[in-house]
């Protein structure tokens, strides 16, 4: 077994901190930027063994290691509450500059756009939500709303509140969305049931349902696409 080095005590062109400062951060691996963002590492390990440790937890896959818990995080030895809730902190910030990236947009013209608005938010959730973007005239974007939240396998879903917030922002169309953890996009009887009660709704208030997007492991279904509004 090789003796364990501190990252102190590496040459500065190993360092991540030096290293990403000399070359920048495209230069790094994501065992690096991992390792800064864990800062310390145990007395058997460094930041980077434990950030590989992760990484190998999630399989490689930054997708996987957006879905992980802090609980499930604590569980390699020299991560603790304070790290996990870093790492997940950054990882989240990461989500959020894309969907703002996205938003510049400022349109929904297709279901990809709608998708794309919304995967960042919606995909890596372990429980079911169901959310809305409000649009004006010629689908322009307005705001996102969360309308609920639930466990593995559903949500309930209140029609009169997704109204009201819709009236609020004097929307004239909307676009519904909710994921499935299982990873199934297809939908359920009951996502067909809703949708169409939301749908007609709809059409008394004069206020258009774009489209309903199932949000599923980086996939979605469109009830637009496949006719069912």
Known sequence: ??????????????????????LGKISLSNA?????????????KSAID???????????????????????????????????ITIIAAIELGGRRQKD???VKKKISCSKDAYELAKNTLEDLSHEEFWIYTLKRNNTIITFHKISEGGFTGTVVDIR???????????????????????????????????????????????????????????FFSFADEQLL
């Not at 169309?173 to 297809?186: E, M, Q």
């Not at 206020?207 to 599923?216: F, G, L």
């Open 101 to 103: 990236e996205t938003l």
């Open 50 to 84: 434990l950030a590989k440790e992760i990484l190998q937890l999630a399989e490689n896959n930054l997708n996987n290691l957006a879905k992980l818990t802090i609980k499930e995080l604590c569980k390699i030895s020299g991560i603790g509450p304070a790290k996990a």
């Open 161 to 219: 509140r997704i109204f009201k917030i819709a009236l609020e922002d004097k929307a004239t169309g909307i676009v519904l969305y909710h994921n499935h953890p299982s990873g199934n996009i297809n939908p359920s009887d009951a996502d067909k049931q809703i949708t169409r009660k939301i749908v007609e709704a709809g059409k008394i208030l004069d206020i258009q349902i774009i489209d309903h997007i199932i949000v599923a492991h980086s996939t």
């Open 1 to 22: 077994m090789s003796k364990f080095i501190p990252i102190t005590e590496w040459a500065d062109d190993d360092k991540p901190r030096e290293k990403l400062e000399r």
């Open 32 to 44: 690096e930027l991992l390792g800064i963002l864990i800062a310390t590492g145990s007395k058997k």
